[in-house]
C-alpha cells in the first residue's frame, strides 16, 4: 500500500506502534506533498510521536461520525475526556474515578451527567474503549468494561501524550457558530466558495471521501468542475492514488481497485455487503422488466412498504445462504439494517421520516449472484 493510501486510511500512524511504518510514511510524504497541500488543501501534523492527515471533508455526511457512537452524549463525553486529557503529561497515571469526576463538574452543554444511569455509564465505557483503540490511553490495572455494571469500579490508566493530536486544531474562536456549516465556510474565509481553489479543494476531497458525488442539477458548481477538468483530475487520482475516476451523467467516483486492502470499502466480506449486491440485482431485474421506473436523475422512487416488500421477498428467495444471524433477523429489522447501511454508502435516500425511499444510482452499477454451484448445493453463509 502506498504511503498516501495509508494516511488516508488510517486515523493517525503513531510511531511507537509501527516504527517501521512511521519512518516509511515520513519519507514518501515529498512524493505527494503537493497533491496534499495544492489540490486537497490538507495539512500534516508531525512529529517525534506520530503522523496525522488533517482529512476534512468537502461536505460533512453522516456516516463520517465515529462508527462505535451511535447517541450524541457519546461525542460529549469523549469531548470532556479530551479536555481532561489535555492537562495529563505523557506517561502520567491516573484512575477512572479522576476521569469520572471531572465530567460531572465540568458540563459541556445542556446534557446532564449523572453516573447511577446504567445507559450513561455504558456510554463512557464504548468511549473509554475507543481512546484505548486510538492508542490516547492504556489500562495499567483493572477493566473498565466493568463501569457500566459497577459505579465503583476503579481503574488506573496511562496517558500516551497523543490526544491533544486528536481534535482538528481551529485558528478562530467557533463557541459562536450554530450550525456545521458555518464550521466550514471557516477555513475560506471571505472567499467565493463557488470559485477557484475552494472549488478545486472541495471537489477533490468530495471525491477522495465520499463513495459518489451526485450532481444536484444544472446549477450544480462542483459537478460542472468535475466534468470540465475531468482530465486532470483522473490524471492527479491515476498518479498518486491508482484510482480509476468515472463521470455519468448524474454521477462521478473513483474505483478502488479490488487488491487494496483498505478499511470500510464496498463491497467486502461482510454479509450484509452481499445481501446489498443481491438487493441491488433484484432492483435491477424489475427495472428491466418495466416494473420500476427510473426518476429524471436516475433513481427509483420506493414507498416504505413496497421496499419492505421487496426486502421479504428476498430474504425468502435468498435467505437460506445467508449466515445464521441473517436467517434468523426478521424481514422489518432487515429492511433497517439495508437502508442504513446502504445510506452510508450513498446507495439510498430516506426522506418524509423513512415513509419513501429513493434508491440512487450507484446501486444500478454494484450488483451480485451467487455461482449456479452454490445455488444448486443450497449451501448456508
Known sequence: MKGLEVLLDQYWIIKNDNKALFYQIKDSIPEYRSFLSEKLGYGLVMNQHLIKLEKIPG??????????????????????????????????????????????????????????LFSQRKSFVKVLRFVQEMGMIKVNDGDDQKFAQDLGTEVLYESTG????????????????SSHEELSQMEWGDLNADRGVIRRHRVYRKLLMEPVVYSSGADDADYDYIKKQRGMIEDDFASYLSYPLQVHKN??????????????????SKVISDIVLLFCKKIRDRLLSKKLELTDKGGIRLSRP?????????????????SKEYREMTASLLSQRLIAYMEDFKMLAAYLDGREIEILPIAGKLTGDYPEEVKKSGKTG
Open 251 to 268: 454521477g462521478a467516483l473513483l474505483l478502488i481497485p479490488q487488491e487494496k486492502n483498505l478499511k470500510d470499502l464496498f463491497p467486502n
Open 162 to 177: 497523543i490526544s491533544r493530536y486528536f481534535a482538528r486544531q481551529f485558528t478562530t474562536d467557533i463557541m459562536a457558530f
Open 59 to 116: 461536505a460533512p455526511q453522516a456516516f463520517m461520525g465515529i462508527q462505535e457512537f451511535t447517541q450524541k452524549l457519546e461525542y460529549i463525553l469523549l469531548c470532556q475526556l479530551l479536555m481532561f486529557l489535555e492537562d495529563r503529561s505523557r506517561d502520567e497515571q491516573f484512575v477512572l474515578s479522576q476521569v469520572t469526576e471531572f465530567i460531572v463538574s465540568h458540563p459541556v452543554g445542556h446534557e446532564k451527567i449523572d453516573w447511577t
Open 306 to 322: 413496497a421496499f419492505d416488500l421487496l426486502v421479504k421477498e428476498l430474504k425468502e428467495e435468498e435467505g437460506q445462504r445467508w
